[in-house]
């Protein structure tokens, strides 16, 4: 199986604007990579969906400069891909950002075509271990016109007619400070009851002072994480925090490289 070419799509629609701790997200973004091969096989991948402020125009570029690197190759060799198109591309284009989110679409679409040559899905080429697996819905965001009330009845929602047992909210927000965000984590604990997990997340929002305050302030509302709440490189931050805090503390949702997590994980900087 060879890759005969690989094409981009952007999509844009409307909906109402949501922001966390640090940016705002308006208009719905999707970035679409299509990769087509000479036996017939195609696979999809994509950027974008909730965090779509990022400029998803430069994205099709990346595309472009990635394809003469691909065409030829073997799609079902996803690892050898990452690497030369990753590691291998460092002194070009840099250790992460846009082209590593490109670079993962490319490799979705791979793992796709793999998975159809193989007839197997994805979940099981990875091992496929579960059946069932535990999840959350995130969302409360800040938005206008949201307080509390609001905030409540969106979670409500969430357990009693979408039946989760987990949801997670934003905090962070410099408008709202530690004092508004706290009331945030009241009031959502007091509308999904003591048996619904709770989790927060500040997007890598906060200094290492602040954050000590809401780790041990979220602990009486039982909260199960604190995600993200410093900026992803401070190593030394995330084991002062870990060391302290009184709930667990997670990390790595943006992380690109595999030097980056061994350095998080050297540090003890996620629970």
């Not at 629609?13 to 208009?27: K, L, V």
């Not at 199960?224 to 990390?251: C, N």
Request: glycine content about 12%.
């Amino acid at each position: 199986v060879k890759i005969t070419d690989i094409t981009s799509e952007l999509f844009v629609w409307d909906r109402p604007g949501i922001w966390n701790g640090s940016h705002f997200y308006g208009p719905g973004r999707l970035h679409v990579v299509t990769v087509y091969t000479d036996q017939g096989i195609t696979g999809k991948g994509w950027n974008g969906g909730t965090a779509a402020e990022r400029p998803l125009s430069l994205m099709p570029g990346y595309v472009e400069y990635f394809k003469p690197l691909l065409i030829g190759r073997d799609p079902r060799n996803t690892k050898d891909i990452a690497q030369d198109l990753g590691e291998g591309q460092i002194k070009i284009l840099g250790p992460a950002g846009l082209n590593t989110q490109v670079l993962a679409a490319i490799n979705i679409a791979c793992w796709d075509i793999k998975g159809k040559a193989e007839n197997i899905s994805v979940h099981n080429l990875l091992g496929g271990a579960q059946k069932r697996i535990r999840t959350y819905i995130a969302g409360g965001y800040y938005s206008t016109g949201k307080g509390l009330k609001e905030l409540q009845d969106e979670v409500r929602y969430n357990v009693e007619e979408l039946h989760s047992a987990a949801v997670k909210i934003k905090i962070g927000s410099p408008t709202e400070g530690f004092s508004g965000d706290m009331r945030r984590v009241e009031a959502a604990r007091d509308a999904i009851g003591s048996e619904v997990v709770l989790m927060v997340d500040a997007n890598c929002s906060l200094d290492l002072p602040t954050a000590l305050q809401f780790a041990q302030a979220l602990a009486d509302y039982n909260v199960y994480w604190f995600e993200e709440p410093l900026p992803i490189h401070d190593y030394e931050g995330h084991r002062k925090l870990v060391a302290q805090s009184g709930v667990k503390i997670a990390t790595g949702e943006n992380g690109y490289t595999a030097a980056h997590f061994k350095t998080l994980l050297d540090h003890h900087g996620a629970s």
